[in-house]
Structures are given as structure tokens and as C-alpha cells.
């Protein structure tokens, strides 16, 4: 069992951007300009299977106010909405601190510099496979698919698999240390009592 994987074990929340995560990180206008933006079919599947096989929750923090991205949230029943975000890493605690979670049990996936403030502080970090250079080499799961093309949904099935099949050998010869809260967010550790297994 890798130390990524058990990391994915732990997570409550997936939070994503959405603009080269969620889509190419293209903007179409028609001629009377109107946005638009192309979305995964696949990407959507991935939210409904976090909800039903992982009781894992989505949500939305992007910088831009964006009508189609608003439609796309509603259509898959993601509350977690944080348009024009411009400053992800305040957005992100409170959330934290809304939800009573530790950051520990939140996962981001973004693929640009305003990412990445948020990409190291949560428990798990992932990025498309077209994401600036920066920001994979800080993630923790760089996908092999690109944004708008199935990146969160890799992503989300990688989340899928750790919190079903490996989830409970974690939570079973694991304990957890709380440390004293920072920014208003508790800290959690993970302490992991071996049985000479060996990592998968």
C-alpha cells in the first residue's frame, strides 16, 4: 500500500477547478457572444460514482463567474459552488471550517499557478497531464489524461478504488493524532501500526 494511496483513503471532499480540469481550458463564443465551454460527459459519471461507491462530495472553486460552469454544477447536483474565486486558499478553509473537516480529508485537482497555494496544502494533490509544468512537480497524482478529456474522472476513480478496497485496511491498523489548529483548521496525522505488508 503506497503512501498515495492511503492518503486517498482519507479524503471526504474532491474540490476541482474548473477551467483546464473540468474542461480544455478553451472559451467558445457564438456571434452573439455567448460563452461557452465543452464539459466530459465521462467527468460527470466520475461525480455521481465519488457520491454512491466513496461518499466522497464534489465541489467547484474556480476564478471565473461563468454561467455555463453554474448549469454544469446544477446538472450534477454540486452545492459546493465557488465562482470567482481569487483567492482560492481563503475559499478553501472556509470550506473546511463549514464542512468540519481537516484539510487532510480534502483533495484539489488544478492544473495552473493559482492552484497552487491550494495543491499544497490539502491531503491529496493531483493535476492533468496538461498542466503547467509548476504545478506537476508538486502534485501528489499527475493523471494521464488531459483536462476536459477525463482527467477528474481518472482522478476520481483512483479516489474510488483507495476508499473501497484499501480504505478499510488503513482505518484498521491505523490512529489519528490531532494537533493544535492553524488558520482556524486542525491539523490531522496519521499514524499506521505495520503488519510487515507490503505496498501494493
Known amino acids: 500500500m503506497t503512501n498515495i494511496e492511503k492518503k486517498a483513503a482519507q479524503i471526504k471532499l474532491l474540490l476541482t477547478d474548473c477551467d483546464g480540469v473540468l474542461t480544455d481550458a478553451g472559451v467558445y463564443y457564438t456571434a452573439h457572444g455567448e460563452e461557452m465551454k465543452r464539459f466530459s460527459m465521462r467527468d460527470g459519471m466520475g461525480v455521481e460514482r465519488l457520491r454512491k461507491l466513496a461518499k466522497v462530495e464534489v465541489g467547484i472553486v474556480t476564478g471565473e463567474n ?6 454544469r ?6 452545492t459546493e459552488l465557488h465562482l ?11 470550506i473546511a471550517e463549514k464542512n468540519r473537516l ?3 480529508e480534502i483533495a484539489f485537482i488544478g492544473d495552473d499557478m493559482n492552484d497552487e497555494a491550494v495543491l499544497k496544502m490539502v491531503g491529496l494533490s ?3 497531464a496538461d498542466a503547467m509544468q509548476e504545478i506537476k512537480d508538486i502534485a501528489d497524482y499527475r493523471c494521464r489524461n488531459y483536462g476536459g478529456h477525463g482527467a477528474f474522472r481518472e482522478f476520481a476513480e483512483f479516489i474510488i478504488k483507495a476508499k473501497t478496497v484499501i480504505g478499510g485496511a488503513v482505518n484498521s491498523h491505523s490512529s489519528l493524532v490531532i494537533e493544535a489548529p492553524q488558520n482556524g483548521v486542525h491539523k490531522m496525522t496519521m499514524t499506521t501500526m505495520t503488519n510487515d505488508h507490503n505496498d501494493h
Open 66 to 71: 461563468s454561467l455555463p460552469v453554474a448549469r
Open 73 to 78: 454544477a446544477t446538472k450534477l447536483n454540486i
Open 84 to 94: 470567482g474565486c481569487k483567492d482560492k486558499v481563503r475559499t478553501l478553509l472556509s
Open 102 to 104: 481537516f484539510l487532510e
Open 126 to 128: 493531483a493535476c492533468p
